[in-house]
């Protein structure tokens, strides 16, 4: 079955932590995205990634980073330098970069 | 440019019509639309290209008319199921960069 997994479900932050949300497709797309959403907001871009070991930022990506080593994976970190990171976190992925973009099933990140 | 999207909520109860506006300012080749229960992920519903189509899929269809450079999303008969936030998303009609979704509508039906 194809599609795209985001793990965890649901992440716990401490103050001062980093964390990393994972994103895996098998699709064999070549762009990938990360979104953030607050509650009754719409969708906010993060990142990016055109192709592999190129990415963008979007509108929102002071206190993320991002990696693109592999076509299949790309993992979102929530540095500690974000200092509202309570969301839900939702990645995509399209065949090329106009094209559809397909979701994942979201993490929740909660900061404790 | 974000494209802008009307109404941003509407309430009606389960059998009535709504129409969800999205509205561009820049010249589109596409338009993508998507439903997202809360809680959950947005799902792809239709994309219309230039070319001034309408597409059906059953009571929900939708049509794009390039030339204002807006797209409706037609709900006939309205079911419960059909309550969520719909997003729409946009794409240049220069086909250089990435779909850019509007703010969403809120659905809400009653029974």
């Known amino acids: 079955d194809g599609g795209i997994t985001q793990s965890p479900k649901y992440l716990f932050r401490k103050e001062g932590q980093n964390v990393t949300l994972s994103c895996e497709q098998n699709?064999?797309?070549?762009?990938m995205y990360w979104y953030r959403q607050d509650p009754g907001q719409g969708l906010r871009l993060i990142y990016y990634s055109q192709i592999v070991n190129d990415f963008q930022k979007g509108d929102i990506a002071e206190g993320y980073s991002v990696s693109r080593e592999k076509k299949e994976s790309f993992p979102l970190t929530v540095t500690s330098a974000q200092k509202n990171p309570t969301a839900f976190y939702l990645c995509a992925s399209s065949r090329e970069l106009q094209e559809t973009q397909y979701f994942g099933p979201g993490t929740r990140l909660l900061v404790l | 440019q974000q494209p802008v999207q009307s109404p941003q909520a509407v309430i009606l109860r389960e059998g009535e019509d709504a129409v969800i506006n999205c509205s561009s300012s820049?010249?589109?080749?596409?338009v993508h639309w998507y439903r997202q229960k809360h809680g959950e992920a947005p799902v792809f519903l239709m994309i219309?290209?230039?070319?001034?189509e309408q597409k059906g899929h059953d009571k929900i269809s939708a049509s794009f008319n390039e030339k204002k450079q807006q797209s409706s999303l037609y709900l006939t008969a309205s079911q419960l199921s059909y309550s969520g936030t719909y997003f729409c998303g946009t794409e240049s009609a220069h086909r250089d960069d990435k779909i850019i979704f509007g703010k969403g509508t809120r659905l809400h039906i009653l029974p």
């Open positions: 699709l064999n797309h070549d762009a």
């Open positions: 820049k010249a589109l080749y596409s």
């Open positions: 219309l290209l230039k070319g001034g």
